[in-house]
Every structure is written in structure tokens, then in C-alpha cells.
Nanobody, 117 residues
Framework: QVQLVESGGGLVQPGVSLRLFCVAS????????QGWFRQAPGKEREFVGY????????VYADSVKGRFTISRDNAKNTMYLQMNSLKPEDTAVYFC??????????WGQGTQVTVSS
């Protein structure tokens, strides 16, 4: 059973950047599509984006396109979410997942990102 652990969240001001990490252990990583979703208080889960198993293809939600970048290093079993030009509406718990959205087979416990002045 794969385990996914997110880190890198925090409290930041609008306009700054933040980089999230997702480290996988205990299962196959490099052959699966992986991605991120987020959930704000009182709201449904929201797809953020995913990266193909090879890292060559990334797809993003319109709300983050042009600001967020997903990448992965299969040798390190790690996926990244680079978030630039953060906005207050990006405030949420961010989760990494493995598999196909909207039914991933695994996800982590999440890391809190708060964007506030």
C-alpha cells in the first residue's frame, strides 16, 4: 500500500510563492499518474492538476493555470507543486494523490496553505 506524505504548506501573503512536496513510499510511484487536489473549509474537493507518469504532460485547472506548476522526480519518489502569485482564494488544504481523478486510489493527509495579508 502506497503512502503519500505532503509537506511545504504554510501561511503566506498574497503574491508570493510556495512549493509543496509529496513523497511516496511503500508502493509503485513512477508508473502512475499523480496529481493534487485541494479543499477549502465548507467546500467540495477541487482538482488542481496532475502530471503524467513520465512527467512530460501536466494538466491544470483553469483556476491555477499559468500560476501553478506540477513536476515529479521518479528517482526520488517525489512530486512537486510550485505555486506562484498566490491569492487568498488559494487557501485550502492541499492533497496529493495517485491515480485518476476524480477517483484516485491513494491520497495523503494534506498540508495547509493559507494566503492572507
Amino acid at each position: 500500500q502506497v503512502q503519500l506524505v505532503e509537506s511545504g504548506g504554510g501561511l503566506v501573503q498574497p503574491g508570493v510563492s510556495l512549493r509543496l512536496f509529496c513523497v511516496a513510499s511503500g508502493g509503485l510511484f513512477s508508473v502512475y499518474r499523480q496529481g493534487w487536489f485541494r479543499q477549502a473549509p465548507g467546500k467540495e474537493r477541487e482538482f488542481v492538476g496532475y502530471v503524467s507518469w513520465s512527467g512530460d504532460i501536466a494538466v491544470y485547472a483553469d483556476s491555477v493555470k499559468g500560476r501553478f506548476t506540477i513536476s515529479r522526480d521518479n528517482a526520488k519518489n517525489t512530486m512537486y507543486l510550485q505555486m506562484n502569485s498566490l491569492k487568498p482564494e488559494d487557501t485550502a488544504v492541499y492533497f496529493c494523490y495517485r491515480g485518476q481523478w476524480p477517483s484516485p486510489d491513494s491520497w495523503g493527509q494534506g498540508t495547509q496553505v493559507t494566503v492572507s495579508s
